[in-house]
């Protein structure tokens, strides 16, 4: 009977074309709350910590679980671009996935439910807002005019209305604001949302960051297309180890809007809401983030100064120009970021060999815990 009302299902979205990436360090029970939506898909988990830990999955989820022994078997000497201790880890997910797209979620992120009670298909506003085009050179005071019921208004150039790809989609949060340590320390009770009111925090809205604008990506709930910009969607060298964590996903944010700006490409942000369910301890925040706090006022100018030359017509070939110039310009703030260069250029190599016809290979033989 299970197996009937299974098949009874209707097809969700992009089911056979999408992976649902999760980084975790605990069973995951939070997966049955979304068991309507995610069932249907696969999915890559990365576990990180420590490999001998057995963790728990739900039964009835089609997926991949890789450790931190699987990682270093599969990537060998490579596997030092792969951040430990951190969420950051999750990027093996996108290096080893086979689909189109991906949605990335934390384990501590549940559905959340909009302004009129219904609960939230986070992964289908995903799905949407990455195959409708954006519009990164010209700002639309509508927002997305490809929305339903939304156009675009008076004095918008009629020649760039078909707009451009949309490479990513970057989804907010209700409850839980993802906020830095400092932040979190003089607003401990903040929560966006309202108990009685949800309608004043919920902003039912999607746009296109523009051209030449940097962001802060959180990577809680975030979908991206991966045969599109997946080279660039490294998170970094954080975590055990290193001098920093918590801008892992800000970095891959930076990188990746500098290259998609320059391969004429669109980054979308608002909905979907994700209810975010658990506030970390900032004191503990703050010494993850302390270095960071103080670089990203030399990292923040210096994405907003580089331009990529016009040879770079890859993802991959803007990638490795921009591992070169973090190691000449941020490299003098901090040899963190040689460091980090380095790793940069290892993380191409290795998704280059592992996407290859014989590394695609390779990893089938070693697919992953079932």
Not at 63 to 75: A, G, M, S, T
Not at 343 to 348: A, R
Request: aromatic content about 12%; charged content about 25%; proline content about 7%.
């Amino acid at each position: 009977m299970a197996q009937l009302y299974s098949s009874m299902k209707p097809t969700p979205m992009l089911k056979d074309e999408l992976d649902i990436v999760i980084p975790t360090i605990r069973n995951l029970d939070f997966l049955e709350m979304w068991r309507p939506f995610f069932e249907q898909y696969h999915l890559i988990i990365v576990q990180d910590g420590d490999p001998s830990k057995a963790i728990k999955i739900p039964e009835g989820f089609d997926y991949e679980l890789y450790n931190r022994n699987d990682i270093n078997r599969i990537l060998d000497p490579k596997a030092s671009c792969i951040s430990f201790k951190d969420s950051a880890c999750r990027c093996f997910g996108y290096m080893v996935s086979k689909k189109k797209y991906i949605y990335t979620i934390d384990d501590d992120c549940f559905v959340a439910k909009d302004p009129s009670g219904k609960e939230i298909n986070a992964l289908e506003q995903h799905i949407k807002n990455l195959l409708s085009p954006s519009t990164p050179d010209f700002f639309n005071t509508l927002y997305d005019p490809y929305r339903d019921g939304a156009d675009f208004v008076r004095g918008y150039p009629f020649s760039m209305r078909e707009g451009a790809i949309t490479a990513v989609s970057h989804g907010l949060w209700l409850n839980i604001p993802d906020y830095d340590a400092p932040t979190q320390l003089v607003k401990p009770l903040e929560r966006n949302s309202r108990k009685f009111d949800l309608s004043l925090r919920y902003v039912d809205a999607v746009m296109t960051i523009p051209k030449g604008t940097l962001f802060p990506m959180c990577g809680m709930n975030l979908a991206f297309d991966r045969e599109l910009i997946g080279p660039a969607m490294y998170f970094g060298l954080m975590g055990d180890g290193q001098p920093i964590g918590r801008y892992d996903d800000m970095w891959a944010g930076w990188c990746v809007k500098l290259i998609c700006d320059h391969m004429g490409w669109g980054v979308k942000t608002g909905l979907p809401y994700i209810w975010h369910s658990k506030a970390s301890n900032p004191f503990v925040n703050l010494k993850k983030e302390y270095n960071g706090i103080f670089w990203q006022e030399e990292a923040i100018p210096f994405f907003q100064s580089v331009t990529l030359p016009k040879e770079c017509t890859s993802v991959q070939q803007c990638y490795l120009e921009l591992a070169k110039l973090v190691k000449e310009k941020l490299g003098k703030v901090d040899p963190y970021f040689n460091k980090l260069g380095v790793e940069m250029v290892t993380w191409i190599e290795a998704w280059e060999e592992l996407n290859s016809p014989k590394g695609t290979e390779a990893r089938a033989s070693t697919n992953g815990n079932k």
